[in-house]
């Protein structure tokens, strides 16, 4: 719950919870985010709502269990965010996590059997050289 007990009516309506203060948070993320990269960008009015209107229409800012981020990924969504909330060796950190789609071209290589076959020996093989303590 929250800490303050007079910021308790935001939960009296959950309707504008879920429609007003969810995406405020979202989106405030992101420019916090963006505020990090390049300080004086929205410095402007102007070019600030410009950036809330491309985020708006190009991004998608969700949290990664929620419905709505598996959507877009199945989708396509041109470019994902989310807050992960990571705990490691007791720290509790927080990692902003950034997806976009792009194309990338790589080459897919056929082996044989007989490479497989080979390669899977050799492996074999090192496995039971290295585990040796015999010698």
């Known amino acids: 719950?929250?800490?303050?007990?007079?910021?308790?009516?935001?939960?009296?309506?959950?309707?504008?919870?879920?429609?007003?203060?969810?995406?405020?948070?979202?989106?405030?993320?992101?420019?916090?985010?963006?505020?990090?990269?390049?300080?004086?960008?929205?410095?402007?009015s102007s070019v600030l709502f410009q950036a809330i209107r491309h985020h708006e229409q190009n991004l998608v800012i969700a949290h990664e269990a929620d419905p709505v981020w598996r959507k877009s990924v199945l989708t396509g969504a041109p470019s994902l965010l989310t807050l992960r909330h990571v705990l490691n060796e007791g720290l509790d950190e927080y990692k902003v996590i950034m997806l976009n789609k792009r194309f990338l071209s790589f080459r897919v290589v056929k082996l044989n059997r007989e490479c497989v076959r080979g390669l899977w020996a050799g492996q074999q093989q090192e496995l039971i050289f290295m585990r040796n303590r015999n010698s």
């Open 1 to 44: 719950r929250l800490a303050n007990a007079e910021d308790e009516w935001v939960f009296t309506d959950m309707a504008l919870l879920r429609q007003v203060v969810v995406p405020a948070v979202r989106m405030s993320l992101k420019l916090h985010q963006d505020h990090f990269l390049s300080p004086d960008e929205y410095e402007e």
